[in-house]
């Protein structure tokens, strides 16, 4: 009968050692007992002295004494952990705060040192990007807000006293282990765009995973964890949820819109790089022209090896007479057999072109082509 048994081996009646328990902080005792076997050879006391009539308030008052003194023993160990959490949390703050109010533009240009983390300097490029902003305001403000609120739980229950002390201590917990799993998750999402979307990296962004991985092992630590499976449940629950929104997040932002209709070409979907931007901009203006038929697999991969970016800055020539903007006179003036067609300093060249074939056709100056 866990407690109860416990306190009738110590000398306590069953009837009297039930009375305790119930007593003891609403039930909470048996749902964890750990904390209160220290004090059971004061209980069993207290069953022998407890006046009938006035159910032991003298007794009562000593063994509330010695219980929370008990609980502050207990507290002491995720008393330095609270610390640490905040400590993290305000680095966030910090971190994600600069690149806030660098996109609002009241800070100058984040630069990062390719020196200084491993070849990492691709913080302009990430910060930019299409996936570095949510319903119109930087990403960075939410996790300034998530960081805001970790900050919040962990500083708060320490300074307050007695009963609401108890209560937000043990729901912090719960708020910062069931945060930091979506932060953790999310983060993991952003490294994945990264990597694969972006394809540069950004110290600041991998800090920020670090701290909120960090803040997460932290708080599985410090919290007081009496059902373990139902902490499983709620943070299995929470990072589904917030993956499956975040992947379809990333996956739906920078895609461009497809237009639909009769002769209207496939939109291309890579990202520019640099040195595709600068070779497009030096194509044209060496009158370079590309000519193609929306429905040409070719002419499509074409533009895929250029970006979307890019290709906006070719001319291209829509030579099928149901095409978009179809110039079919200028095709066959131009005697076009094949697609694509590179026109380059008036000679035509059918088929596709590697872009280092067409930066030497030009004489490219620029950026290293991959």
């Not at 497809?258 to 901009?281: D, I, Y």
Request: proline share 5%.
């Amino acid at each position: 009968m866990g407690l109860v048994g416990e306190l009738v081996g110590t000398g306590a009646a069953d009837g009297e050692a039930v009375w305790l328990i119930r007593w003891l902080d609403g039930g909470r005792a048996q749902a964890n007992p750990s904390p209160y076997r220290e004090v059971l050879p004061a209980l069993a006391h207290a069953c022998h002295n407890r006046p009938s009539s006035a159910h032991g308030s003298v007794t009562s008052s000593r063994l509330s004494e010695r219980l929370a003194g008990q609980r502050r023993r207990g507290d002491s160990g995720s008393k330095w952990i609270r610390v640490a959490m905040a400590v993290l949390a305000t680095i966030g703050v910090i971190d994600t705060g600069s690149i806030t109010l660098k996109k609002w533009g009241l800070l100058g240009a984040l630069s990062c040192s390719s020196q200084s983390f491993f070849g990492c300097n691709g913080c302009e490029k990430v910060l930019s990007s299409a996936w570095g902003s949510l319903l119109g305001q930087p990403l960075s403000l939410f996790g300034f807000l998530a960081y805001a609120a970790m900050l919040l739980m962990a500083v708060l229950p320490p300074v307050l006293q007695g009963e609401a002390r108890q209560n937000l201590a043990e729901r912090s917990w719960w708020g910062m282990a069931l945060l930091s799993t979506g932060m953790t998750v999310f983060s993991a999402v952003l490294l994945g765009v990264m990597a694969f979307a972006i394809r540069d990296c950004c110290p600041f962004c991998i800090l920020s995973a670090v701290l909120s991985t960090s803040l997460l092992v932290l708080s599985l630590v410090g919290g007081d964890w009496p059902d373990r499976g139902q902490l499983v449940f709620r943070g299995v629950i929470t990072a589904l949820l917030v993956g499956v929104i975040g992947v379809g997040w990333a996956a739906s932002v920078g895609q461009p819109v497809a237009e639909t209709g009769k002769g209207v070409p496939m939109p291309v979907r890579s990202e520019s790089t640099p040195a595709a931007l600068a070779l497009a901009e030096q194509l044209t203006a060496k009158g370079a022209k590309m000519y193609t038929a929306y429905w040409c697999p070719h002419c499509h991969e074409q533009k895929e090896l250029f970006g979307r970016e890019a290709t906006t800055k070719l001319t291209v020539i829509e030579c099928a007479p149901d095409g978009r903007n179809s110039q079919k006179e200028l095709c066959d003036a131009k005697k076009i057999e094949g697609y694509p067609t590179w026109e380059i300093n008036g000679q035509l060249d059918s088929g596709m072109k590697p872009l280092a074939k067409l930066a030497q056709l030009i004489g490219y100056k620029g950026p290293a082509l991959n």
